[in-house]
C-alpha cells in the first residue's frame, strides 16, 4: 500500500469513476482521493442525483456511465477510469468493444482481517473456466504484481484435500487441474504450489490467491471483504495501454480504488519512457 500511495502521489493522474445510486458516504470517500491528492477525480453519472448529495468535483452528466467511462478511457480524454457503482455487465462489455479486447481478465487486490496484502484471481464469474484461461490469467497477474516490485508466490487452490480424491468426480477435476496449473507454472520460474482447498495455510506463504474458478474467487471476495473484516482495494483489468480497476457496487469506498488506479497510471508511463 506505501508503494500505491507514493506512486499515486507522485502522479495525480485523471481518473473517472461511474456513478449510479450516489450516497454521501461514496461522494465523500471520492472526494477523499481528489483531496487528498490521488488524482483528479471525475464523476461520470446523473449530474442531478450527483447534486442532490453535493460535491465539488467536476461531473460528466449521463444515464449511461457504462458507456462513458470506456469511451472517456479509449479516447484517452481521461488517464484511467474506475468502475465505481455502474454496472458490472454494461460497462466491462462496453469496455471491451471500444478497447477491442476480446477477453478481459482481472486480478483483485485485498487485505485481510489482519492487515495482510495479497492478490486473488479468478474474481469474475466468467473468468478461469479452463486450464488455458487459468494459464493466462496467472501469467498476466504475475507481470502486473511484478511491476509493483514485488516477486509473485502462487498459492493454487481446488475443491478439497488430496484425501478427498475419489468422492465426487468435481472434486477429482479441481485437484488434477490444480496440480497440473502449479506444476505448468514452475515449468515457467513461476514460485507456484497446490494447497488444496486450505486457503489458510496459502494466505501464510502465498502474496497471489488463485481460486479453482471465477465463481469461487468471487465467493472469497465477498466472504472476506463483507463478512470478515478484510478490505478491498479494487481489481484492475490486466492490459497494458489503459488502465481500469473494476470495483463493487456494495460497500461504498473508493478512496483506495482511485489510489491504485492513479499509480498504475504512473507504472504504465514509466513503462512507456523506459
Do not use: W
Not at 481446488?158 to 468435481?170: A, I, K, Q, T, V
Request: with cysteine.
Amino acid at each position: 500500500m506505501d508503494v500505491v500511495r507514493k506512486r499515486a502521489l507522485s502522479n495525480t493522474a485523471k481518473v473517472a469513476i461511474g456513478v449510479r445510486d450516489p450516497t454521501p458516504k461514496m461522494i465523500s470517500s471520492i472526494e477523499k482521493a481528489h483531496n487528498e491528492g490521488y488524482a483528479h477525480v471525475i464523476l461520470v453519472g446523473d449530474k442531478q442525483e450527483i447534486d442532490a448529495v453535493g460535491t465539488s468535483l467536476e461531473i460528466i452528466n449521463t444515464h449511461e456511465p457504462e458507456l462513458v467511462l470506456g469511451d472517456l478511457l479509449a479516447s484517452g480524454s481521461v488517464d484511467a477510469a474506475v468502475r465505481g457503482t455502474a454496472k458490472a455487465s454494461g460497462t466491462l462489455s462496453h469496455l471491451r468493444d471500444v478497447l477491442k479486447i476480446d477477453r478481459l481478465h482481472r486480478m483483485a487486490f485485498l487485505l485481510t482481517a489482519e492487515g495482510v496484502p495479497f492478490f486473488l484471481a479468478p474474481v469474475g464469474i466468467d473468468e478461469g473456466n479452463n486450464l488455458s484461461d487459468k494459464i493466462t490469467l496467472v501469467k498476466l497477474g504475475v507481470e502486473h504484481m511484478r511491476r509493483f516490485g514485488v516477486e509473485p508466490v502462487v498459492g493454487v487452490l481446488s475443491g478439497g484435500r488430496m484425501g478427498d480424491l475419489g468422492r465426487h468426480e468435481n472434486i477429482d477435476r479441481t485437484l488434477a487441474d490444480a496440480d497440473f496449473l502449479a506444476s505448468r507454472l514452475r515449468e515457467n520460474g513461476i514460485c507456484a504450489k497446490h494447497y488444496t482447498i486450505l486457503i489458510e495455510d496459502a494466505i501464510k506463504e502465498a502474496n497471489f490467491i488463485f481460486a479453482p474458478d471465477g465463481i469461487t474467487g468471487n465467493l472469497i471476495f465477498r466472504t472476506l471483504v463483507f463478512l470478515g473484516g478484510g478490505d478491498g482495494i479494487g481489481a484492475p483489468v490486466l492490459m497494458d495501454d489503459h488502465v481500469f480497476v473494476d470495483t463493487s457496487r456494495v460497500g461504498g469506498h473508493y478512496t483506495k480504488a482511485i489510489m491504485l488506479a492513479s499509480a498504475l497510471v504512473d507504472m504504465k508511463n514509466e513503462r512507456n519512457r523506459s
